[in-house]
């Protein structure tokens, strides 16, 4: 279980310096009050609501996400890391520590959608879940392998969202279609292209980061 | 460590091809035969004529818009729209509709008009006069 001590370490470290949950929850309280104090008492459709709800989603992820690698690369501790686990062991560790991360801030992010906007009312609760929780995971792997990415590389800030970008593509656009219909009350049966290319998408990203994931790690 | 790579690849490679069919599948389809529209209760964008001899309803109160909508074959479906008359509905040679059927009556989401084109007379004018 040397991959749940990493994330156990991850999550000590995380709460003494608190850098990636205030980062989360800082873009979260910022950007869903701008878009509350825009859009006031009008009520939006629904394609619309669910397109912000993904941008939000989005760009929090892009500020909190990357600190899973980039705060090994700057603190040096990545050479102890590569002596005491295999490449696949560290990458689990980082996921499960991204895992807790998304689902907590999409937690947040979805109640307090809940609370403010009139328009957020789900029909489907079913769907809702179920592409909820697809669409998490996706967005976990993927951002941890990207995070490993360009651990490395000069300018951290910019690079993770321009590289994150098209390929959270799909599955962001995937995920507002999702979350239109449930809104709309769409039926479970109805939606279950959706809900496949989703769950294809994460079966992919996790099959190609536990591939890819030593030859980042080796360099 | 070489059997890790392949086994992924096959999986990539399985899960890729399904993505590609499912992105087929998942666009909204057209459909120009309204009992498949009604028997169906799907979203899909119905293409046809408005019927004008039945009269279209605007109603202020409720936004809605209302009028009747036939196919090549003359099947004939009542169409309710949340939104204002779209321009050039009067005048438009044929109408896509996107929505699902519910309730005895098409609940539309979008209108799409198809006009005549006005450059076309325009060049049937043109051809008159040089000749």
Not at chain 1, 162 to 186: A, E
Request: hydrophobic share 50%; proline share 2%.
């Amino acid at each position: 279980m040397k991959a749940f001590a990493l994330f156990k370490k991850d999550f000590k470290s995380e709460m003494r310096t608190r850098y990636a949950v205030n980062a989360l929850a800082m873009f979260i309280v910022v950007t869903i009050s701008v878009i509350f104090f825009s859009i006031g008492q009008e009520r939006i459709n629904e394609s619309l609501t669910a397109g912000l709800f993904w941008v939000v989603i989005f760009f929090s992820a892009m500020s909190g996400l990357s600190r899973a690698f980039v705060s090994e690369e700057e603190r040096g501790t990545n050479l102890t890391l590569q002596l005491i686990a295999g490449p696949s062991t560290v990458f689990t560790g980082k996921l499960l520590f991204n895992l807790i991360l998304v689902f907590a801030m999409n937690i947040v992010i979805v109640v307090l959608y809940s609370l403010i906007f009139d328009a957020f009312v789900i029909k489907n609760m079913v769907l809702f879940v179920t592409s909820f929780i697809l669409g998490n995971v996706g967005l976990a792997v993927s951002s941890t392998i990207i995070a490993a990415i360009i651990s490395k590389a000069g300018a951290k800030g910019t690079l993770y969202p321009v590289l994150s970008f098209p390929i959270l593509l799909p599955l962001i656009l995937t995920s507002v279609q999702l979350t239109i219909f449930s809104i709309d009350g769409t039926k479970f049966e109805e939606a279950i292209v959706e809900l496949m290319i989703v769950l294809s998408y994460d079966v992919i990203m996790i099959a190609v980061s536990y591939m890819l994931f030593d030859f980042i790690w080796k360099d | 460590m070489n059997k890790k790579y392949i086994f992924g690849g096959i999986i990539v490679t399985i899960f890729l091809l399904l993505t590609a069919y499912l992105f087929t599948q998942s666009n909204i389809k057209y459909e120009t035969d309204f009992t498949h529209v009604i028997e169906k209760q799907k979203t899909v964008k119905a293409a046809g004529f408005w019927v004008k001899d039945k009269n279209y309803v605007v109603d202020n109160a409720n936004k809605t818009f209302t009028f009747f909508m036939k196919d090549e074959k003359g099947n004939e479906m009542k169409v309710v729209y949340a939104g204002p008359i779209p321009n050039n509905f009067q005048s438009a040679q044929s109408l896509v509709v996107t929505g699902k059927y519910h309730d005895g009556c098409f609940r539309a989401k979008d209108i799409l008009t198809k006009c005549p084109s006005k450059y076309e007379q325009e060049k049937a004018k043109v051809q008159k006069t040089e000749f």
